[in-house]
């Protein structure tokens, strides 16, 4: 994670040896592909929060909860980060024929995008989580295919507890400095 005046970056790498994706449409539910997922409470109140999803063709959606799902929270899918997003890959998508080592993303957050919170000072503190949604797959006929009846993984960059992102008061504390006066 880096900031600036302009944007909140994120980058992350996922080791995958057989990278793949279907979904190509905006604001799709991305985590029924392999993905990223970025949590931000710029507050911390464990209210009014922003998700962000992302997979390896980088296709994204964004959106914004009143509250978790638990306390009757509803995804809006309405909220638009406008996010500059970034996706290289280790590799050949979708073919199962390589042995691939991966892919990253970069993400860049325009601070606009978090309505009504603005850039944080020096010393401001924000709730933050990452998630690296990914699926068991086989190869049918020359496809990848997910496999059904098995849960995917779940991997969090500050552990929750339980496999539910929606605890935003678990979430990790992100202080944001600077190092140039």
Avoid at 83 to 112: E, H, K, L, M, Y
Wanted: negative net charge.
């Amino acid at each position: 994670m880096l900031w600036d005046d302009d944007f909140f970056y994120v980058h992350a790498w996922m080791e995958e040896p057989c990278v793949w994706a279907t979904l190509t449409e905006h604001d799709s539910v991305i985590f029924q592909d392999n993905d990223f997922e970025v949590f931000i409470d710029p507050d911390g109140d464990a209210l009014r929060y922003f998700e962000f999803e992302v997979n390896a063709f980088g296709t994204t959606w964004d959106l914004f909860l009143e509250k978790p799902y638990r306390d009757g929270g509803s995804a809006d899918n309405s909220w638009e980060s406008n996010a500059r997003v970034a996706v290289a890959i280790d590799g050949v998508i979708n073919d199962p024929t390589t042995i691939d080592r991966g892919w990253g993303v970069d993400i860049a957050f325009p601070w606009s995008c978090f309505d009504g919170h603005s850039r944080p000072t020096h010393g401001e503190t924000w709730r933050v989580n990452f998630s690296r949604v990914q699926w068991e797959t086989y190869v049918v006929e020359g496809k990848i295919v997910k496999r059904r009846g098995v849960a995917e993984g779940n991997w969090v960059w500050s552990p929750q507890g339980v496999i539910d992102m929606h605890q935003p008061e678990m979430w990790g504390y992100v202080e944001f400095v600077s190092t140039c006066s």
